[in-house]
Nanobody
Framework: QVQFVESGGGLVQSGGSLRLSCAASGISDDFYAAYAMGWHRQAPGKGRELVAYIRSTGDTTYIDSVKGRFTIARDDAKKTLYLQMNNLKPEDTAVYYC????????WGQGTQVTVSS
């Protein structure tokens, strides 16, 4: 059974940066590498949304509100997904999760990102 462990969140001021990591276990290297993996987030009182995802080819897609500020990357040898977040805004405050791009695997506990104005 796949497990995800997210880390790297914290409290930052508006304009600051954070780098999130997500380590996967319980999955073979080949299966992990074949998945399009994504970062999802859930803000207080809102539903979970897909923020960015990266295909097995390395191609990436972002929602409009984070384009130019967030960068998703993957290291398949380590089965680890990353999210570099720059120029953070208060509206980025949320719990961030990694999962397959469609959210089709079990969810981890996520990592809290709080951006103060």
């Amino acid at each position: 059974q796949v497990q995800f462990v997210e880390s790297g969140g914290g409290l930052v001021q508006s304009g600051g940066s954070l780098r999130l990591s997500c380590a996967a276990s319980g999955i073979s290297d080949d299966f992990y590498a074949a998945y399009a993996m994504g970062w999802h987030r859930q803000a207080p009182g809102k539903g979970r949304e897909l923020v960015a995802y990266i295909r097995s080819t390395g191609d990436t897609t972002y929602i409009d509100s984070v384009k130019g500020r967030f960068t998703i990357a993957r290291d398949d040898a380590k089965k680890t997904l990353y999210l570099q977040m720059n120029n953070l805004k208060p509206e980025d405050t949320a719990v961030y999760y990694c999962n397959r791009f469609d959210g089709g695997l079990d969810w981890g506990q996520g990592t809290q990102v709080t951006v103060s104005s």
